[in-house]
């Protein structure tokens, strides 16, 4: 079980080697990440299988819990740790230079860390590691657009994470200590006053930044516009995620309060609305996609807003969901950069990439078999079923962003597969981009056939992620009050 | 100590408004660099010699050689005001 | 108007921020975690320094971190700034006193940082400290003979070395005791040089890791084009 | 095997042929035939119509998330099934020989013209088998997307009227997820029986909700009418066989998930009991006169259309609004009526539709104006069309006379004048508009490019000729379908229309078709005789004729065709400022008002300040 | 008048330094003055979470013969503050290394001016008139 630091030790082991590696002899360098990637996902598997329905905790250095960084290994932890090696994987940039292979291993680990980590400190030097290894890749293509994009995007989330260093600072007065079990233990007392909730508060905003939250997701448009295709999907699918993710963990384990889950809520829906209007209006797709993964993050925020599993469940449906499709959305909007008018026809001459577009459009607007809808269906159900207005008006507010959503999609999709005007000048997809979009649309059809073993499973997570009793005793033995 | 804290955090703020408020971009990069120093003052107060020693290598020494080194390459080295790039010269960086 | 609201924003955050403080302790915090460690700390790791254990041992995950964004931003600025021609017209020389206190600074840097480094676990300071050192240690001659350039292969070599050699006491500890980055090796006495185990071969590990990266980032920074007329 | 598990895999089969040989005119016999095999197997379940049976199940059943999926069919779905699949054979048969070759030849996409009306198929069978409301909303958005594939598939100027579709199908179908999520977090189950359990329960608030959310989501597919404007342009814009489809039955799809939610799971008493404040109306009065609405003015809408395709879409929406007033009437006369005119109706307007499209094949418009006069070349098509709108306007010895006296008869009997005028009047319109239809069309002079026009192939006549036997066959013996509608009514709760062969026996004045199609002909075999008899005709050629003292000659246009009805349309003109298009405008522009505003905040330059500002409002809200 | 207690000081100080950092990120005109304010925010939060572990008459956490046995200083949050600080080191540096490029690329740090050459070179690149044209509204009206 300890073997689990592995998965963050050896792609940091690979990121530090690789430039050198490369330098050697580059074919060595270009599959030594992705081989130390494929182990860690191979290590991490059998870690799961082993672990079944217990959970597990390390203490690292083999100190105790409470004095040293733990790792929490549950069912959740180790799905967003597994997911991490295999969505770098399919996004690999294999054009790239050492650096970024360097960067992009860099990432892989902060974000394994973030999913595994059960210490407050710890996870925010994750997520620094996540962010800093984001900027260099944003930037690195040399466009002066997404050097300008990073530079906007690092002070914004710099801001956010001095902020989010603020909450901490603020726990740690309060209570003395980082262990999320153990703050889980003192939070009803220490964290009860106003100060718990501005701590929530503060953190929510820093670590938003990369959730794409809602006042602090003005860098999402500009990013993925100019960040490369690969990236921009590893972004908005993954990294999103695990901000998620560290924000949920939070909520659940520490700061278990109505008024954190109602401004989570809030901060939502506004985020949906923003973001499905932006689109509405874009004018290319690469930002139609970033508007459009702003309100689905949104869509996320609201979901696991609602309390206990329900809230869990939803969530985590909704977050998987994207996780598959805004990738491949992607990475097939890739070669159909250009101005929306200018792809008129498009799907005409790549059948393939146009049939994939609209599986995964169909999937983001909810159409029923698809997985898509039954994750839009669960938070729809638990909102409806929480009492007073505020839950219902994101419902609807939901609702009616997904009539928007969907009517910006298909005006997409109708000029894809409309007639088109004159062969426009467009390199066909890669082999790469198409199989590895293929592979997603696999993997989102076999969702739909094995829908059943699957919410099993979901519900199995999402009970065990809520069970604090449990989250405690693993990592806390013997709990000091 | 009393005293000792307040004017080190009399000096600390008002550093840190002259790094927001400083005509030209050199003095607010000095200046920043006082706040880092100002800081580590008040950290050996508060009995963090590590931190203390920290902030002064890599929050007043390191930083403050980077900030500068990128001033020159931007071609703001200089005490004019802070938008009109000047002609870079001098070679006594930090 | 902008600055105005922005003014009474920040204003509000820092009346408010303010007003929640009034509640926090001071002078006596709860130090849960904080006593444990000071009681356990000198027997557990051996080393005089308690943020030394603290950093190096029971958080040293963060550090291995804290390690890998300083690599991260290094690479990152590598990327941004690479990729590019070198300056065409480099600085003139830095004149007689810049390159002869170079010259002089330069084995008295050294030397300062290595001890920065080395005692780590006994005084203040250590790997980060001693790194920075080491950089303006090697950074300080480029000032002077901008026309030299710092070997790029040998700072990958010793960056990667030095942070893979960090990673790989962590992994000799989780083979040979089953966690990751355990102190190994005797602890030594309270207070000597060579004590505390495996802490300052990871002191090492990171100063030398910072000291090249920095000094790497510097010499990037420095051979940066001004702007293309 | 059930009987209805073999009629999903053939519908399935269908699809698979279609989506492999569909490109094919010459597959289009075999599709025809499979569609044809469709009906066959439904047969095999006739027992649902004659009332033997109430249920057959479909084999397989899923459980997701705690919810039971399952199928089956009872009288109602057999019902609402035989309609779709007659209408989906008459135009498959239609499409299968020189109407798919010419389609084909002009850069019609004939493969996914096929594959659509498949899918369409497939996913209404599916939709009406539905045995709980989570498949029923499966259904319903896979009939929404088939409808929007088959609507689009003509392309050009179709794809926009599609799109529009879509909005629209999409925000009923939200507003229908949005009360099926509510439903299922108040009673944790979509059966319908905990469905109709809820319902008992409900405040009168919550139970509007539910209703007008439920009616919203179902009468945009009928286009009920706030929501009319798309479905016009939409059916008419689709390929002739597949507007002749989708006018037929699709909407009706519509009726079926009133039929099924408001008045089987809700009840119509349900509806009695939500009273509108400050009137005397309750929820059902409503649903009853947006109906009467729908019926008046999409009516007069289509009056106004100079595309023939148009005025018969736009005739589609005013009859779903009889069909609506008789449901809502809820008696076994009303119900009966309503439930025979969605029968009556589809029989007619697939007739009108194909046979438009048979004109539009041969000359090539549809335009009213450019045509007249064709009755002397296609003397056949002719005849179908007339039979078709006796029927659309509701005249005997059609069918449509019949489902529209009964909804008359019970308008008066149950004392509800005003309804009955607003139904008249809307007949009125019908009548009016489809006289204009055949006058443009086969009647006057013909033109001059027309000269060498064809009848219509024998591939394109066999089906609407049997579309018209029908049509006259059930006007003269209504109580064929009327015996199928009884177990509708049973299992909808409704009560049982007591009927006979020939119509229905009421206490006070009743109904028999053979006996008022038998004076009819009579009638008509005495003008017959006393016209042979007198032997006093004589054949004139059209352009013998002269006018203010010339003689016509054929560059002369003396055909009436612009500017039908100036009178009338200087009379209600007015009417037509199109409140309801400015109002979908005006929700078009606030959402890219909304949309350039939120794009200019994720312009700021200084995102940070929102940063802060929120930070400063969530603190303060913490404190 | 008494003057505040000291804690007040030392609080207000660092939740200062934040709120001048904040306000300096957002008033801030210039790019690298941006950089400048945030490093005063970072100070600040991190003078904050030293005081988190203040001691009133506690020892800085080093043993020495002089040191055993008093109470000592929280030794943790120093250790999280060293790391925040070399954090904070390499943010700016990439930051200051980004910023070079950008002002190498477009000429200027001012925070408008950047923001508007980097949404024209984007649009630019996607094919895009440099203004907003008007899309057409997706329904029509009919006709």
């Keep these: 079980m300890n073997a689990v630091v592995l998965a963050v030790a050896l792609p940091l082991l690979g990121a530090f080697l690789t430039p050198s590696l490369a330098r050697l002899s580059l074919p060595l360098g270009r599959l030594f990440g992705p081989g130390l990637l494929a182990f860690c996902l191979w290590l991490l598997w059998g870690i799961a299988r082993a672990l079944g329905d217990a959970t597990a905790g390390v203490a690292l250095g083999g100190f105790a819990p409470p004095l040293g960084i733990a790792f929490h290994l549950d069912r959740l932890a180790l799905l967003f740790a597994l997911a991490v090696p295999a969505m770098v994987l399919a996004l690999w940039p294999w054009g790239g230079r050492p650096r970024e292979w360097s960067l992009t291993l860099v990432l892989a680990a902060a974000a394994t860390g973030l999913a595994l980590s059960g210490d407050l400190f710890n996870l925010y030097v994750f997520y620094e590691l996540l962010a800093v290894a984001s900027y260099g890749l944003i930037a690195a293509n040399q466009r002066p657009a997404a050097q300008a994009a990073a530079l906007r995007y690092l002070l914004l989330s710099a801001a956010g994470s001095a902020l989010a260093l603020l909450g901490i600072a603020l726990v740690y007065t309060q209570t003395g200590t980082l262990n999320l079990a153990q703050l889980a233990l003192l939070a009803p007392v220490s964290l009860d006053g106003p100060l718990g909730l501005a701590a929530f508060a503060l953190l929510l905003l820093g670590i938003g930044v990369k959730a794409e939250a809602f006042p602090v997701n003005t860098w999402v448009p500009e990013v993925y516009a100019t960040a490369p295709s690969r990236l921009a999907g590893l972004l908005a699918g993954l990294v999103s995620k695990l901000a998620v993710l560290v924000i949920v963990r939070l909520l659940l384990v520490v700061f278990q309060r109505p008024e954190a889950t109602q401004l989570m809520l809030v901060l939502g829906v506004l985020g949906i609305a923003w973001g499905e209007l932006a689109a509405w209006r874009a004018r290319d797709l690469s930002r139609q996609l970033a508007w459009s993964s702003v309100g689905q993050l949104g869509i996320v925020f609201v979901a696991f807003s609602l309390p206990g599993e329900t809230g869990v469940l939803a969530g985590l449906a909704v977050a998987l969901h994207h996780l598959l499709v805004k990738p491949a959305l992607f990475l097939l909007a890739r070669h159909w950069n250009g101005a929306l008018e200018g792809l008129r026809g498009a799907a005409r001459r790549a059948p393939l990439a146009g049939a994939l577009f609209a599986l995964f459009a169909l999937s983001l607007v909810g159409v029923p078999p698809l997985p898509g809808f039954w994750a839009k269906f669960v938070t729809l159900s638990g909102l409806f079923a929480q009492p007073g207005p505020l839950c219902s008006l994101a419902a609807v507010v939901i609702l009616t962003a997904t009539l928007v959503e969907a009517a910006y999609l298909f005006r997409t999709l109708t000029l894809l597969f409309g007639p088109g005007g004159e062969e426009p000048r467009m390199a066909p997809h890669g082999a790469l981009d198409l199989g590895t979009a293929t592979a997603f649309a696999g993997l989102l059809l076999a969702g739909v056939i094995w829908l059943q073993p699957l919410t099993g499973d979901l519900h199995g997570i999402a009970r065990q992620a809520v069970d604090m009793d449990t989250y405690v005793d693993t990592d806390l033995p013997t709990p000091r009050p | 100590m009393y005293w000792m804290v307040l004017l080190v955090l009399f000096v600390t703020i008002t550093a840190a408004l002259a790094v927001l408020l400083a005509p030209n971009l050199l003095a607010a990069v000095a200046a920043s660099s006082v706040v880092s120093l100002a800081l580590s003052v008040l950290f050996v107060i508060l009995r963090a010699p590590d931190v203390a020693l920290t902030e002064a290598a890599v929050g007043a020494g390191l930083s403050g050689v980077i900030l500068a080194l990128a001033l020159r390459r931007l071609g703001l080295w200089g005490l004019g005001d802070d938008n009109r790039p000047a002609p870079a010269e001098g070679s006594g960086d930090a | 108007m902008r600055n105005l609201t922005t003014l009474l924003f920040a204003a509000g955050l820092g009346f408010l921020l303010l007003v929640l403080a009034a509640g926090l302790p001071y002078g006596h915090p709860p130090m849960l975690v904080g006593q444990g460690i000071l009681q356990q700390a000198p027997a557990t790791t051996g080393a005089a320094n308690i943020v030394t254990s603290v950093v190096l041992a029971y958080r040293g995950l963060d550090t291995l971190g804290e390690l890998s964004i300083l690599f991260a931003a290094a690479a990152g600025a590598g990327l941004v700034l690479g990729g590019h021609r070198r300056r065409r017209r480099p600085d003139p020389d830095g004149g007689f006193i810049l390159i002869a206190g170079a010259d002089l600074m330069f084995p008295l840097l050294l030397v300062v940082g290595l001890y920065v480094i080395l005692h780590g676990h006994l005084t203040p300071g250590g790997g980060f400290q001693g790194g920075v050192i080491l950089a303006a240690a090697f950074f300080l001659p480029l000032l002077g003979r901008p026309r030299e350039a710092l070997d790029h292969t040998a700072i990958s070599w010793i960056e990667g070395l030095a942070g893979a050699a960090f990673i790989a006491i962590g992994l000799w500890a989780l083979f040979a005791r089953g966690d990751f980055l355990a102190p190994m090796l005797g602890k030594g006495v309270l207070g000597q040089l060579f004590s505390a185990g495996t802490l300052p071969l990871l002191y090492a590990a990171v100063g030398l890791k910072v000291g090249a990266e920095l000094s790497g980032l510097l010499a990037d920074l420095a051979a940066t084009e001004a702007r293309d007329p | 095997m059930t009987p209805l598990d073999t009629l999903f895999i053939l519908s399935a089969c269908t699809l698979a042929v279609a989506w492999a040989f569909g490109r094919r005119p010459a597959a289009g016999g075999l599709i025809a035939v499979l569609y044809g095999g469709q009906i066959l197997a439904l047969a095999k379940m006739s027992g649902l119509a004659s009332g033997a049976l109430t249920m057959i199940a479909a084999s397989p059943s899923f459980e997701v998330l705690g919810q039971a999926l399952s199928w089956r069919f009872d009288g109602p779905a057999w019902f609402f099934a035989l309609i779709t699949l007659g209408a989906a054979f008459a135009s498959a048969w239609f499409m299968a020989g020189e109407w798919g070759e010419g389609y084909r030849r002009k850069g019609g996409r004939l493969g996914l013209l096929q594959v659509a009306l498949a899918l369409n198929v497939s996913s209404m069978l599916l939709l009406l088998a539905s045995g709980d409301l989570l498949s029923l909303f499966i259904g319903w958005e896979l009939m929404s997307w088939a409808s929007f594939l088959l609507m689009l598939s003509a392309g050009g100027v179709a794809v926009r009227w599609a799109f529009k579709y879509l909005i629209y199908a999409l925000g009923g179908a939200m507003a229908l997820l949005g009360a099926l999520a509510w439903i299922h977090a108040q009673a944790g189950s979509l059966q319908y029986a905990a469905v109709a359990g809820l319902f008992a329960t409900l405040s009168p608030g919550q139970a509007w909700t539910l209703v007008l959310a439920f009616a919203a989501g179902f009468g945009i597919k009928m286009a009920l009418l706030p929501f009319h404007l798309w479905q016009g342009p939409a059916y008419a814009e689709t390929p002739g066989p597949g507007s002749a489809f989708l006018g037929a039955i699709s909407s009706r799809m519509g009726l079926f998930g009133i039929l099924v939610v408001l008045v089987h799971l809700a009840g119509l008493d349900l509806l009695d009991r939500l009273l509108i404040p400050f009137t005397h109306l309750d929820a059902r009065d409503l649903l009853g006169w947006v109906g009467a609405f729908t019926l008046i003015v999409p009516t007069f809408i289509a009056v106004r259309q100079h595309d023939a395709r148009h005025l018969l879409a736009w005739h589609g929406i005013g009859q779903g609004g009889y069909m609506l007033i008789g449901v809502m009437q809820g008696d076994a006369l009303g119900s009966a009526g309503g439930l025979l005119h969605v029968f009556n109706y589809a029989t007619y307007q697939a007739a009108l539709f194909l046979v438009v499209t048979a004109v539009v094949h041969r000359t090539g418009t549809a335009d009213l104006n450019k045509l007249g006069g064709l009755v002397t070349r296609m003397p056949l098509s002719f005849l179908v069309m007339l039979v078709g709108i006796i029927g659309l306007a509701g005249l005997p010895p059609m069918n449509g006379f019949v489902s529209k006296w009964l909804i008359y008869r019970d308008l008066i009997s149950s004392g509800r004048p005003l309804m009955f005028v607003a139904t008249v009047i809307g007949t009125l319109g019908t009548i009016i508009s489809v006289y204009k239809l055949i006058h443009n069309t086969f009647l006057g002079q013909l033109r001059m490019e027309h000269e060498d026009i064809r009848e219509a192939p024998w591939s394109m006549l066999a089906p609407m000729l049997g579309l018209i036997v029908i049509v006259f ?93 100036p009178g009338l349309m200087h009379l209600i003109g007015g009417w037509y400022r199109g409140s309801i298009q400015w109002l979908e405008r005006a929700l078009v522009s606030a959402l890219d008002f909304l949309a350039q505003w939120s794009q200019a905040w994720f312009r700021s330059a200084q995102p940070a300040l929102w940063l802060l500002g929120v930070t400063v409002f969530a603190l303060w809200w913490v404190v | 008048m008494t003057p505040p207690p000291i804690e007040f000081l030392l609080y207000g100080g660092a939740l200062a330094l934040v709120a001048l950092g904040l306000a300096g990120l957002v008033m801030a005109r210039h790019l690298f003055r941006s950089i400048l304010a945030l490093g005063i925010l970072e100070a600040g939060a991190n003078l904050l979470l030293v005081l988190a572990g203040y001691r009133a008459g506690g020892v800085a956490p080093i043993l020495t013969p002089g040191t055993l046995g008093q109470p000592m200083v929280d030794p943790v949050p120093q250790a999280l503050v060293l790391t925040a600080i070399v954090i904070g080191v390499g943010v700016q540096a990439l930051a200051l290394a980004l910023a070079l490029r950008v002002h190498q690329a477009y000429g200027t740090l001012d925070v408008a001016e950047v923001r508007g050459r980097m949404e024209a070179d984007t649009d630019a690149a996607a094919g895009l008139e440099p203004e907003t044209s008007r899309d057409l509204p997706a329904v029509e009206r009919p006709s």
């Design chain 4, 473 to 565: 066959l059930t006007g003269l013996m209504p109580g064929l379908v009327l015996d199928w509608i009884a177990p509708v009514q049973a299992a909808l709760g409704l009560p049982v229309l007591d009927h006979s062969l020939g119509g229905v026996d009421l206490p006070n004045g009743g109904l028999d078709m053979l006996w008022v199609v038998g004076l009819l002909f009579a009638g008509f075999g005495v003008g017959a005789l006393l016209f042979l008899a007198g032997n006093r005709h004589r054949y004139v050629h059209p352009l013998d004729n002269y006018a203010g003292g010339h003689f016509l000659t054929t560059e002369v246009r003396y055909h009436y065709s612009d500017d039908f009805y």
